[in-house]
């Protein structure tokens, strides 16, 4: 058997006694390597990442601040006085009120002859519900000296994914991807209809905080399970697709928040779907990759005739059995608890790339989620705002798939970040007058960060080897998030130089952008299962590309007498 292009590979079927040893892509290739099975898994796969963008972004608008003032007591009477204080702008005080009725004199001027005592808003605050029936703003008073309360609720769920990242990033490599991508699925599901229904601002950030953690066992396995089923050259389709759906959700965002204006129907609207998310994820196979890599072999052989049967070629599972399946690393036999995080730090090639790839995603989620957190600032309509962002970063990653085909993973990654910091930077010497001039160079930095951030997703799947992929990319997740939780932080210092947090956030894109340049490339090159792969590689002088060796990964096939 002969794939097109008169490409030449290992049978299924052995020519001579003995088993022969294939490759695991050439045996992808035997059971059908990009088939219907594929296209279905992609699919459902990427359902669920419609809507992680609307989790990521949704306070945006649950947790809006509406123009409001100070109810006034029962026993202040407010005909002909003024019933707030002015602020040092000249406008009514939306956090305090006088305490007596102050009254007009003859000329218009208040009589202070009972003296201008101020108090707090002891009897809540009225608030504008023109553009939202209800936020968690309006629900718990957060305004005035609680109004910090409403980022610590965005920065707990940022929080939320960064402890998600750390447990879920082990015992994905331990248990494999399937059992942590469906209970993850099922938390988001729970703990997000929670938050929808809470009682209290407490229990709302616990269930926002829990939701979190959730989504970052979603994001640690939803890539590597669809890597680990597909052949090297469609690599980046599938990821490319995928990232489309997370950007195609910041515009469904803005769509849903436009039609449901209560917070809580909002929550619960981007939080039910999950349920169903769950239910139909039991149907996806674990990675037979990741089932070989830790001697699972009957599992990965269930697996693979699955594959072969959905993907139209149920005559070699019914001709062909696998015996037995061996993964071999070196002389050592890697199982299940072999490794652990400290390995992502021990050799020299993977320190390197474990380095690069968290500084990267730190910098570029800091400065990506700084600049989508706070609509507002631009001082336009919010939800107009949502859509164009979204769809500026949708074309931004289409480029970004285009060019990822032809450059390679690491000069776009690199390209992307320095550009981004540029345009940030640039926006720095324009007068806060030309608001559209800073705002487009704002929202052509956001996109860059937005092409970086997809190349990152294929990159770090193809750098880490099998063995630890999860575990790496779980702490490359843990900075992203880490990034976002000081993003507000940055924000605020802006409130001390307006200038800072542009300055911050175009720097650190451009440092990391030429540590992006010290990563090996990717582009055509098999995924490496094993440490000693990543060094083997690392410490060859050309640049040919890295082929599936047997010895490393290597599949003993025999003919079954079962017919």
Known sequence: MSPAGGKSRPSLVPETPGPPTISFGDLLEEVGSM???????????????????SHNLVQ???????????????????????PMP??????????????????????????KGRGAVTEPCQDGWLYD??????????????????????????????????????????LSDRFGRRLILIWSLLLIAVMGSGAALSASFAAYCVFRFLSGVGISGFLLNYVCLSLEWVPTRHRAIVIATQSYCSTAGQVLLAGLAYGIRDWRWLQLAISAPFFCFFAYSW??????????????????????KRVAKINGKAATGDTVFLEMLETQVGSNTSGRGAHSCLDLFRTPALRRISCCLMFISFS??????GLSMDLSMFGLNIFLMQLFFGSIDLLAKMGCALLLTYFGRRTIQATSLVLAGAFLLVTLPVPPEMLLVRMALVVLGKGCLAASSMCLYLYGGELFPTVIRQTGT?????????????????????????????????????????????????LQVPLMDTIEQVEERASWKSKAILEEKPGKIMAHVIRSTHF
């Open 474 to 522: 779980s702490f490359v997740t843990a900075m992203s998030r880490l990034g976002g939780i000081v993003a507000p932080m940055v924000l605020l210092a802006g409130g001390y130089q307006p200038s800072l947090p542009l300055l911050i956030f175009g720097i650190t894109p451009m440092i990391s952008g030429i540590s992006a340049g010290f990563l090996p490339e990717m």
């Open 364 to 369: 570029m989620n800091m400065a990506y989620f």
């Open 86 to 111: 002015l602020d040092q702008s000249q406008f009514p005080d939306k956090c305090r009120r006088f305490v007596h009725r102050m009254v007009l004199d003859s000329n218009g001027s208040l009589d």
């Open 129 to 170: 519900n023109s553009t939202f029936a209800s936020t968690i703003v309006t629900e718990w008073d957060l305004v005035c000296n609680l109004q910090p309360l409403k980022n610590l609720a965005q920065s707990l769920f940022m929080a939320g994914v960064l402890v998600g990242a750390f447990i879920f990033g082990d």
């Open 35 to 53: 088939g219907l099975f594929q296209f279905f898994s992609v699919l459902l796969l990427s359902l669920p990442v419609l809507l992680l963008a």
């Open 283 to 304: 149907w996806l196979p674990e990675s037979a990759r990741w089932l070989l890599a830790n001697n699972q072999h009957e599992a990965a052989l269930c697996n693979l």
């Open 60 to 82: 945006n608008f649950s947790a809006a601040s509406p123009e409001h003032k100070c109810r006034l007591s029962p026993s202040t009477n407010a005909s002909g006085g003024h």
